[in-house]
């Protein structure tokens, strides 16, 4: 154990860098389904939000790795929250996709400091900005569903 409580901010740290992880392998996988049903004018927008996932999810990869633990492993599938059989419910999957992310982001924000909190912040902020382009609507705090007045935690897809 290290002076001041070091120890705990490293460990705390690191769970928030793997829930990251985590959230952006899910993400991944709900952004193939998307793009399975999306319909052809919002194609383009679900595969960039897919690019920047996959981005985010392999420097988490490196991040998780060079603190010396092992990446969390994405699931060979993931339960969606609902059906998606139309494009109308690919943008609600999408949407929900960028709210579980902001808000594991906010974690990591809570969590981290210095380069990697601003890191954080700004994947938070993408997510956000995503989720209001998906859903046409926001809340007052991105990633911080107990005062946004959301329900907390709804994860889409989870494992």
Known sequence: ????????????????????????????????????????GRRTEARTAYDAHRARRDALVR??????AEPVAAAAGYALPFQVSDAASAVRLAARLEDRV?????????????ERRRGAAEAMREAAVRSVRWS?????????AERSGTASGTPAPSA
């Open 102 to 114: 902001a808000g594991v982001y906010g974690d990591l924000v809570r969590a981290s400091e210095g």
């Open 63 to 68: 991040a998780v790795a060079d603190t010396g």
């Open 136 to 144: 046409g609507g926001s809340v007052p705090f991105p990633g911080l």
């Open 1 to 40: 154990m290290t002076v001041g409580g070091t120890r705990e901010a490293k460990d705390g740290e690191l769970r928030a860098l793997q829930a990251a992880l985590a959230a952006e392998h899910a993400a991944v996988y709900g952004y193939g389904v998307v793009g399975g049903r999306i319909g052809e």
